[in-house]
């Protein structure tokens, strides 16, 4: 038998790859057609993949299939996979999605529950129930690396949208 000709630690295994979606389709429950058909890509760690497409092409959907609100809170038919980590997301409790897994939604007002930067970073770490010192040192750890870190202790409503957005996204780091 021919063996392949990479070396066997340089070979990509598809546990390593964050994100592979296999042939997905997805069909709402209360709709004739499919809201997305046969799609397939792999993200690989450090890429940063734009998807972008006309308003009501999937988009969302997509997102859904992958952070597991389908087919949890959304009802329907669906086809193919979505794994991560070489895992069916479908298959894990919400608990371990979110510590893979996170969603920044169109509108961040809809996403922020604290008042200060710093109570805010820091709830989804509490969530997990990280033991105090942790959550700090990972809280100055997403500021620092952002270079927000001087804004910690003030209240979020007095800055713009784009620094809300990037707040939103900090909550998953
Ligand atoms: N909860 C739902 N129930 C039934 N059909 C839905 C639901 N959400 C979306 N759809 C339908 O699925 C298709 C894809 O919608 P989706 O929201 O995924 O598109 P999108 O690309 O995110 O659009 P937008 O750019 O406007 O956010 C559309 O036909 C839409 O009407
Ligand atoms: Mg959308």
């Known amino acids: 038998m021919r063996r392949s000709a990479i070396p066997l630690k340089r070979r990509t295994m598809p546990t390593d790859i964050p994100l592979v979606i296999e042939n997905l ?5 209360d709709r004739e057609g499919a809201a997305i058909h046969g ?5 690989r760690r450090g890429e940063i993949l734009l998807i972008a497409g006309a308003s009501g092409c999937g988009k969302t959907t997509l997102i859904r299939c992958i952070n ?9 038919e669906m086809e193919g996979r979505a794994l991560v980590f070489g895992e069916e997301t479908k298959t894990w409790p919400l608990s371990r999605i979110s510590q893979k897994i996170g969603t920044v ?3 961040p007002e809809r996403q922020i529950l604290g008042t200060k930067v710093l109570n805010e970073v820091a709830f989804g770490l509490e969530n997990l129930g990280l ?4 959550i700090f040192e ?6 620092n690396f ?3 870190h001087h804004i ?5 409503y007095r800055f713009q949208t784009i620094l809300r957005i990037i707040l939103t996204s900090v909550i998953f780091s």
Not at 39 to 43: L, P, T, V, W
């Open 68 to 76: 597991g609100l389908i087919p949890r809170s959304y009802k329907g």
């Open 25 to 29: 389709s997805f069909r709402y429950r």
């Open 105 to 107: 939604l169109q509108d």
């Open 146 to 148: 952002l270079k927000i």
């Open 152 to 156: 910690n202790c003030q209240k979020i």
């Open 138 to 143: 990972r809280v100055d750890e997403a500021l």
């Open 131 to 134: 033991p105090r010192a942790e």
């Open 39 to 43: 799609i397939s890509f792999k993200a």
